[in-house]
Every structure is written in structure tokens, then in C-alpha cells.
């Protein structure tokens, strides 16, 4: 699909052109990435340097993927290493002072071109992403929709997905999150939303944040660009509800067991999840936990306030696809509750919670890695889950990471007299784990992201599953 011409992305963008290009035809695009990998034919690789890598070295291989246009920095254009590749470069070249400003300009431009799209942007420490496909999916039941798709939820990542709208689209759901100041007033500007969600305040990123005020304040951003005629929905008994009506123009509309409209029955079915009674329509919500029935009333609430009848809440949560690393459970001699997409320690005791209702201690095996971006927080966040240790009692805590240390150390100081074990080796954690797992044994999975965690599943199918046997 035709996106932007070459013109077009000067103007919006206020790059400059250099060079000339020899390439015959190419004088548009049709998308956008930051990864040569994900470059398709008529794609505008921009390059970003990060902290790992630096997209200008992989300019040739987005060249060989049929990019039809790049855009450099202005450092990189002044660099020796420019002047060796740029022979190569038969496709316009930009230049632009940041490259990541130039890209978010180019998806504010495009989602200005569907003026008739509803806009609802979600936010939180945890459960953005459960909220954003339950919404989405009931919100497909009424009209084509948008979603951000697996995590692209950043400063990069939200641009890179809302140049997915498209013509036939209605609803737009996106997620943004934050992990730095400033962060979300980029997101807003690229994708002005109309309505925004918060699923909760927590610890997450709290180390580049500061404080759950920094955290809270920075969220608070996306209300703080909702329009007068717009909804901001919010948890019942939200602690930063006086913060936020300071910063919104929008009215507020509550979520929760006793807030949610229409909800009639919840009944707890442990690690099945949720059977839920709404507005006369039973239906089933196959995520467990307290945490993730709250995602799903936040959902239908958002999803009722714009339009959704009951038959398309039903239909929606009905057809909603499970997420990888997201309170997923994987049945097999040994069951697996995978939530090891990211970490935090509400999101840590929110799944405690869940496990203590349903899951006997001498059949339950807690594998917890490190949760990372909390800075000065982290010992206090890595105690509070040792606590949780203690206090849920399991038959085995393997504890993954140099922080877990504090909540193994914690555990044991609030009287857990369990098996806790702690490495900071993957091979020893996996050799720990097999040499551990009995028949019937229901094993979490829950660290963050960098930990890949993800890693054990095969290992507990299959080497881990066979000696349980």
C-alpha cells in the first residue's frame, strides 16, 4: 500500500535528500522498520542506534531486502564508515538530525490521515497487553480492528504499529508503554488518543522512573492529552485518581468487581481461569488469577462505553487468542504457568495470589528469575517477593539471577524452611529443576523478559517430563 512519497516524508519529517538514487521507480514507500530483518520491497528502514547495536551497520542488508528509501542520522552521514557504503546506496538516502524523531513524525502523519478512527490508548505496570487483546478482540466483534501487534508498545515500537491502520479500520487499540521520563508525551503525539486506560500503578521500570509517583505522572501523561469529550477509565479505588482528574480534561469512568456494569457472576475456577455471568450471557475467561479477571472487566467496560453489546463481549473474550509467557498454561505431566514475558513484584505476588487459592504447596515449584529495571528498588522489590516465598510455602523455590539473592535471603528470614535454591548459571538451574520435578507437579515460570525463562518449557516437556514420569 502507498504510504508516503519521497516529497511527503521531507516535508513531514524535515529531513534532507542526498545523493542521488539510480533505482527506477522508487519515489514511495510502503512501510517502515528499524530492523533489516523485517525490511520488505518498498520498506523505509530508518536506522537507530541502540545500546546493542547500531542500525547504520546493517544498511546493505536492508538494501538486499528491497528497501526503498533509508534514513541516517546526521552523525553517521559525517562518519568515514558512510563514505564506504554509500556507493552502494542506489535508493534515497535521509538525512535527519534524529532518526527516531523522523520516524515517529511519519506515523503521527499517517494516523492523521484516518480522522474517523477511534483511538483508545492503554497503559499501566501490568496487564496492558492482556487488556489490549481482550478489548481488541471484543472491539473486532463490532467493526475491523487495530492492535499493536506482540510488543510494540515504545517510543519505536508504537510508530512503527499504528502505520498498520488502515482505510477499513474503526477501532484503534493501542498499548504504550513507558520506561523513561518523557516517553509516553512522545507516544501521544504520534497517536493522540481518544480514550485511555490504565490498568494500574506498580514498580515496573521504576529504577529510570524514580518513585511510583515518577511512574504514576508519566502514565498520567496519556489522560493528560485525552480530549474534553473523551473517557479515561481507571481502576475503582485508583490511589492517583485526585492526580489524574488535576491532569484530564475527559470524565472518568471506573473498572472493577463492584464498578463494571452489567457483571452478574464471577466464579473462580483456579487455574482454568474465570466463569463469568454477563448481563445474562455466560461465558468463560480461560486466564487465572485475580489480576487477569481485572484486565478483562477493564476491557468490558472500555468495550461497552464504545458501543459493544453483550453478544460481542461474549463472542470476544470467547475467541481471544492466549499470549506466549502470559499466565499461560501448558498442560503435560508437569503443569507449566508460563509467565515469564515480564516481571515486576505486584505482578510476581498477583500470581502468588492466584497459586495459593488453587495448587497445593507439596505439588508446587516456584522458578523465579530476576526482575530487572528497578535501579535503587531492587533489593526492596526482590525482599517483598521473598516474602511471597514465605508465605505461599512451595516444596521448591529455584531462584535465577544475582537479585534474587535478596528474596532468597528474605524467605528464609520470614521462616520459609522449604527447598530454595539459588544460581546464577542457566545449566545449573535446568540441571536443578529436572533433577526436582515429580509427576503432577505445577512449575511457575516468572521472571523478566532478558531472563528467558521460556528456555526451561522444552526442558520441562520433555528431559524434565520423562523422569516425572
Known amino acids: 500500500m502507498y504510504m508516503f512519497s519521497l516529497s511527503e516524508m521531507i516535508e513531514i519529517t524535515g529531513a534532507s535528500l542526498i545523493g542521488t538514487h539510480t533505482r527506477t521507480g522508487i519515489d514511495r514507500i510502503t512501510g517502515a522498520a528499524v530492523d533489516s530483518r523485517k525490511v520488505k520491497k518498498g520498506s523505509l528502514f530508518v536506522a537507530l542506534k541502540g545500546d546493542r547495536t547500531d542500525g547504520h551497520l546493517y544498511l546493505p542488508d536492508a538494501l538486499s531486502k528491497g528497501a526503498a528509501a533509508v534514513m541516517i542520522s546526521e552523525d553517521f552521514q559525517k562518519a568515514d564508515q558512510f563514505q564506504t557504503v554509500r556507493k552502494e546506496l542506489d535508493i534515497p538516502v535521509l538525512v535527519h538530525e534524529n532518526p527516531l524523531d523522523g520516524l515517529q513524525k511519519l506515523a503521527a502523519a499517517w494516523v492523521r490521515k484516518f480522522p474517523d478512527l477511534i483511538r483508545i490508548g492503554i497503559t499501566g505496570s501490568n496487564g496492558k497487553t492482556t487488556t489490549k487483546e481482550i478489548l481488541a478482540a471484543i472491539l473486532s466483534e463490532i467493526a475491523p480492528t487495530v492492535k499493536n501487534r506482540g510488543n510494540l508498545n515504545s517510543e519505536i515500537g508504537l510508530p512503527l504499529a499504528v502505520l498498520e491502520i488502515r482505510e477499513e479500520h474503526r477501532f484503534g487499540v493501542f498499548e504504550m508503554g513507558v520506561n523513561h521520563p518523557g516517553e509516553m508525551e512522545q507516544m501521544v503525539r504520534v497517536f493522540d488518543p481518544q480514550y485511555g486506560l490504565i490498568t494500574n500503578v506498580g514498580t515496573a521500570h521504576i529504577g529510570l522512573l524514580g518513585s511510583r509517583e515518577g511512574i504514576a505522572r508519566e502514565k498520567g501523561t496519556l489522560f493528560a492529552s485525552l480530549p474534553a469529550n473523551g473517557i479515561a477509565f481507571c481502576p475503582e479505588n485508583f490511589e492517583w485518581l485526585d492526580l489524574y482528574r488535576e491532569m484530564c ?92 514475558y515480564n516481571a515486576n513484584a505486584e505482578s510476581v505476588l498477583a500470581i502468588f495470589s492466584t497459586l495459593k487459592e488453587c495448587v497445593s504447596s507439596e505439588q508446587l515449584v516456584l522458578v523465579l528469575g530476576s526482575m530487572k529495571e528497578l535501579g535503587d528498588a531492587a533489593e526492596v522489590s526482590h525482599r517483598m517477593v521473598g516474602r511471597g516465598i514465605a508465605g505461599l510455602s512451595p516444596r521448591l523455590a529455584l531462584l535465577f539471577g544475582e537479585e534474587m539473592n535478596y528474596a532468597g535471603r528474605e524467605a528464609k528470614l520470614n521462616g520459609y524452611r522449604g527447598d530454595i535454591r539459588h544460581t546464577d548459571d542457566f545449566q545449573q538451574l535446568r540441571d536443578m529443576l529436572c533433577g526436582s520435578i515429580h509427576p503432577g507437579d505445577v512449575v511457575l515460570l516468572k521472571g523478566s523478559r532478558s531472563m528467558e525463562l521460556e528456555r526451561l518449557i522444552p526442558v520441562l516437556q520433555h528431559d524434565c517430563s520423562e523422569k516425572a514420569v
Open 249 to 340: 480534561r475527559a470524565s472518568f469512568v471506573s473498572f472493577g468487581p463492584e464498578s463494571t456494569l452489567g457483571m452478574e457472576r464471577i466464579e473462580n475456577r483456579g487455574l482454568k481461569g474465570w466463569e463469568l455471568s454477563y448481563r445474562g450471557a455466560e461465558f468463560h475467561l480461560p486466564l487465572p488469577g485475580s489480576h487477569n479477571l481485572q484486565n478483562a472487566l477493564a476491557a468490558i467496560q472500555a468495550a461497552r462505553s464504545l458501543g459493544a453489546r453483550t453478544q460481542h463481549i461474549r463472542a470476544g473474550i470467547e475467541k481471544m487468542e492466549l499470549l506466549d509467557g502470559r499466565s499461560q498454561i501448558i498442560d503435560g505431566p508437569v503443569t507449566i504457568l508460563h509467565d515469564g
